[in-house]
C-alpha cells in the first residue's frame, strides 16, 4: 500500500531561520515524490518532485528537498524563511512501479507552515 | 492566461439538487483530475481521464458523474445532493499518461457548500 505521512500539522519558525516540513512515505517500487504548497483559497501549485537522480532537488521560490531511500523521507527545506512562505504544504508520492495503479497520487495530511516576522 | 479554470468558484445549493462544475484547461495536456478536499484539508482523488477516457474511479457514489467532452475538458456532475458533498472540489490535469513523472497542474477550485 502506499501512503505519505506530514508529521506535524503545524510548522512555525521566525522569518530569516531555516524551515523544514517533513515527510514520510511508503511504495512497493521506487517512488516519484512530489511537493505542493496551497495558499489561502487558492488550487494547489507545484514545488519540486523527485524522480531518479541527484537525491537533493531544488525547485520554486528557493525551497529544496532531499531524497533520503534508507529513511523513506522527502522532506522540505528553505535556509532562510520568508513571511510570504506561509501556507499549507503538502507531501505526495506515486508509485513508479509499471502496473500499479496509474497516475493516483496519495498525498499527505499537509502541513501549515506559519512563518512570524 | 488561466492553465486550469474551473466554474463557478462557489456553489451553494439545497439537499437533493443536481450541480454540475466545469473544468477546462489550456495546457494541452492528456490526462485530467478531480480532487475532493474536505474542510481538514484532506485531499483525495475522485476521477482521472486520459484523452477522455476514464482510467481512475474511486470509490467515490454513483451520484458523481464525470464527463469528458474533449481531452480539455473534464466535468462533474452531482445528482441528488447531500450535506456531505460539502468540500472544495480540484480539477487538475498533468501532461502525458498519468502514472508518469509529470506534475500535476490544479484548478483554483469550486466550493461546494450544501445546506
Known amino acids: 500500500a502506499q501512503s505519505v505521512a506530514q508529521p506535524e500539522d503545524q510548522v512555525n519558525v521566525a522569518e530569516g531561520n531555516p524551515l523544514t516540513v517533513k515527510c514520510t512515505y511508503s511504495?512497493?517500487?521506487?517512488?516519484?515524490l512530489f511537493w505542493y504548497v496551497q495558499y489561502p483559497n487558492r488550487g494547489l501549485q507545484f514545488l519540486l518532485k523527485y524522480i531518479t537522480g541527484d537525491n537533493l532537488v531544488k525547485g520554486s521560490y528557493g525551497f529544496e528537498a532531499e531524497f533520503n531511500k534508507s529513511q523513506t523521507s522527502f522532506h522540505l527545506k528553505k535556509p532562510s524563511a520568508l513571511v510570504s512562505d506561509s501556507a499549507l504544504y503538502f507531501c505526495?508520492?506515486?508509485?513508479?512501479?509499471?502496473?500499479?495503479?496509474?497516475?493516483?497520487?496519495?498525498f499527505g495530511r499537509g502541513t501549515q507552515l506559519t512563518v512570524w516576522p | 492566461d488561466t492553465a486550469v479554470s474551473q466554474t463557478p468558484k462557489y456553489l451553494v445549493t439545497q439537499m437533493g439538487n443536481d450541480k454540475s462544475i466545469k473544468c477546462e484547461q489550456n495546457?494541452?495536456?492528456?490526462?485530467m483530475y478531480w480532487y475532493k478536499q474536505d474542510s481538514k484539508k484532506f485531499l483525495k482523488i475522485m476521477f482521472s481521464y486520459n484523452n477522455k477516457e476514464l482510467i481512475i474511479n474511486e470509490t467515490v457514489p454513483n451520484r458523481f458523474s464525470p464527463k469528458s467532452p474533449d481531452k480539455a475538458h473534464l466535468n462533474l456532475h452531482i445528482n441528488s445532493l447531500e450535506l456531505g458533498d460539502s468540500a472544495v472540489y480540484f480539477c487538475?490535469?498533468?501532461?502525458?499518461?498519468?502514472?508518469?513523472?509529470?506534475?500535476?497542474?490544479f484548478g483554483p477550485g469550486t466550493r461546494l457548500t450544501v445546506l
Open positions: 511504495v512497493s517500487g521506487n517512488p516519484y
Open positions: 487538475a490535469s498533468s501532461l502525458g499518461l498519468a502514472g508518469g513523472i509529470n506534475e500535476q497542474f
Open positions: 505526495a508520492v506515486r508509485d513508479s512501479w509499471r502496473g500499479s495503479t496509474l497516475g493516483r497520487l496519495y
Open positions: 495546457l494541452g495536456h492528456d490526462t
